[in-house]
């Protein structure tokens, strides 16, 4: 993370006695945390990377809506609730285009996604959180054994097969930050399917000197966001999974 780089290149500088090199690295730290800190810089490269949101009175219905988890928070109790991160619009967006007619039923798709032990898997979670927005429980399909994307791919290809349903009547819902990874990942699977993008970390371009000069923490944020993704974006490519 560019964050944790920045840090040891600091600490290596303060331990250094070779003087040229001291200076040397202190100065590409100090211009690194620059870069990552500026704001526009951030969002530049957070535009690039995120896939456009889709007007709502552009899409045409589908049959299902293919949700994917990843934004709610584990551990927190009471667990008489659902607790919910920076992407709840999955859930919110997802639920809205249920009301508006655009999707027919919504599929939601994710374990618990821990390494180790088990936990109540998040679609599960999402789900309760649909119903208690106003879905029918009959108008949501769960799948919930997978631990990440790749496997999510492979089990909702066997689930829409199973129910006769092909890719094109199917909406892909998820943050925009990850939709490349996980669109490449049901490409991979025979599974072309439209974006419907959530969670957006960038914003309208300004020019304003505090984005520009002044250093925030949002960009940092963005940085170890994107960094997260490319690294397992390539992951991803080199187990064979996109």
């Not at 919504?106 to 618990?112: A, E, F, M, N, P």
Request: aromatic share 10%; hydrophobic share 45%; charged share 20%.
């Amino acid at each position: 993370m560019p964050l944790t780089i920045i840090f040891l290149m600091l600490v290596i500088s303060a331990f250094l006695r070779n003087e040229k090199w001291k200076k040397r690295l202190f100065w590409i730290a100090l211009v690194s945390l620059f870069i990552f800190s500026n704001d526009f810089i951030a969002n530049e490269v957070m535009n690039a990377w995120e896939i456009e949101p889709t007007p709502y009175d552009a899409l045409q219905p589908h049959d299902i809506g293919i949700v994917l988890t990843g934004a709610t928070l584990p551990f927190i109790t009471p667990n008489d609730r659902v607790y919910f991160s920076r992407g709840a619009d999955r859930v919110t967006h997802t639920v809205q285009l249920y009301k508006l007619g655009l999707i027919k039923k919504i599929l939601v798709s994710g374990g618990s996604g821990r390494l180790l032990g088990e936990g109540e898997p998040e679609a599960d979670k999402f789900k309760a959180a649909m119903v208690m927005m106003g879905v029918p429980e009959a108008s949501i399909l769960l799948e919930n054994e997978t631990r990440n994307t790749a496997e999510s791919a492979i089990e909702v290809k066997k689930l829409l097969d199973s129910l006769n349903i092909e890719a094109k009547d199917c909406l892909l819902i998820t943050s925009a930050f990850h939709m490349r990874r996980s669109l490449a990942c049901y490409q991979h699977q025979g599974v072309a399917l439209e974006p419907f993008t959530t969670d957006f970390y960038s914003h309208p371009r300004t020019f304003h000197l505090d984005v520009l000069i002044v250093p925030r923490l949002e960009a940092l944020n963005i940085w170890t966001k994107l960094t997260k993704e490319w690294v397992g974006f390539i992951a991803y490519k080199l187990a064979g999974y996109i």
